[in-house]
């Protein structure tokens, strides 16, 4: 077979010429050329590199334009933090209430646990958390919507858009409720109607309103945010009212259906040990019965009560004010290298044409 010489291209010869030449060289001649041919790189592509000084006097330049767009937006968050209405923020400070009705089912359960399982009948082991049980009620929504109907919240709710410290009364919004009608007429697309549902306002009732509580002093903490410092306090009063009032009736409700349960096992039992058990349990459960109508307080003891607060909480109108103007500034100087940068693109362009 003949062999036949395959022709090289430019760019192999060149680099084979190159290799050549580089094994002849010295180190230092060939650290010497290699920093020559970086140079002629750079100088050969001038646009990989960014001039800071150039791009400060391209802002510079345009000074005018940042002033200008920079106090635009100055002014409008000006505007937007004083068209914000003030919020007032009212809370309330709580501990749970001592009750003596754990510690006495407890105490039984002890005593007379295995008499009272050989009837069918569960002491059980103690109480339960009421606190925390009262808290996940309150935020429950079925708690919450009976609260808003039964106190008439709906419309300073979800129609209220400030307050008028003057006559110390909510500034209805015109466009959701007509007060001369006592009709809502706002416009909302369906299925949604002009009157709010009541999850809607669960859900805006949720927005204002917060409850914790200290995992150490186990002390609760309520807080609503308003327009109106009045109207903040007196919703909170009534949410402790009422969700010490609920927690009343439920036990109440308990007491009383095992007391009857209770009296009518005592009717059938003829074993003298286990009356005497049914008379305990009928004695610690009208002693519960008792505990639930004369606590006003029954689960969460008030400690500082709801006050009216003087300061505002929001809006933060000097920091909306700030983050406007720092906003602008931003986007002016962005809109300033922009321009620059495709000032100088339409320039290259060309250049590039003629040279080619």
Do not use: C
């Not at 008030?302 to 607060?309: E, F, H, R, Y």
């Amino acid at each position: 077979m003949e062999y036949v010489p395959v022709p090289k291209t430019a760019n192999q010869s060149a680099q084979i010429s190159e290799k050549n030449i580089n094994s002849t060289l010295s180190p230092e001649a060939f650290l010497l050329s290699q920093q020559m041919s970086q140079q002629l790189a750079l100088q050969n592509n001038p646009d990989d590199e960014i001039d800071l000084g150039e791009l400060w006097r391209a802002i510079w330049s345009s000074k005018l334009l940042i002033i200008a767009i920079s106090f635009v937006f100055a002014i409008a968050s000006i505007a937007f933090a004083l068209s914000k209405p003030d919020v007032y923020k009212a809370s309330v400070l709580l501990a749970p209430a001592s009750s003596d009705s754990a510690g006495g089912m407890g105490a039984l359960a002890g005593q007379f646990g295995g008499l009272a399982s050989l009837a069918g009948i569960s002491l059980g082991g103690g109480g339960t958390d009421k606190t925390g049980l009262a808290l996940e009620i309150i935020k429950s929504r079925a708690f919450l919507e009976k609260f808003i109907a039964k106190h008439e919240l709906l419309v300073p709710l979800m129609a209220s858009e400030n307050w008028d410290r003057a006559s110390n009364s909510l500034i209805i919004d015109n466009e959701l409720f007509d007060t001369a009608t006592q009709k809502w007429i706002r416009e909302v697309k369906a299925p949604k109607k002009p009157e709010p549902s009541p999850w809607e306002a669960y859900q805006e009732f949720l927005e204002i309103f917060s409850a914790s509580q200290d995992k150490e002093s186990l002390l609760v903490t309520m807080t609503i945010e308003f327009y109106s410092p009045d109207v903040a306090r007196q919703w909170l009063i009534w949410l402790v009212a009422d969700v010490n009032d609920f927690m009343r009736e439920q036990d109440e409700k308990e007491a009383q259906a095992s007391i009857d349960y209770l009296t009518k096992q005592l009717e059938k039992t003829e074993v003298s040990t286990m009356e005497t058990v049914f008379y305990q349990l009928i004695e610690e459960q009208t002693k519960n019965m008792m505990l639930t109508k004369v606590s006003a307080e029954y689960v969460l003891k008030t400690i500082d009560p709801a006050q009216v607060p003087d300061l505002k909480t929001g809006p933060k109108r000097a920091l909306i004010v700030v983050l406007g103007t720092m906003l602008g500034g931003m986007l002016s100087v962005l809109i300033v290298l922009v321009r620059y940068f495709s000032k100088n693109k339409s320039k290259a362009e060309p250049q590039n044409v003629n040279a080619a």
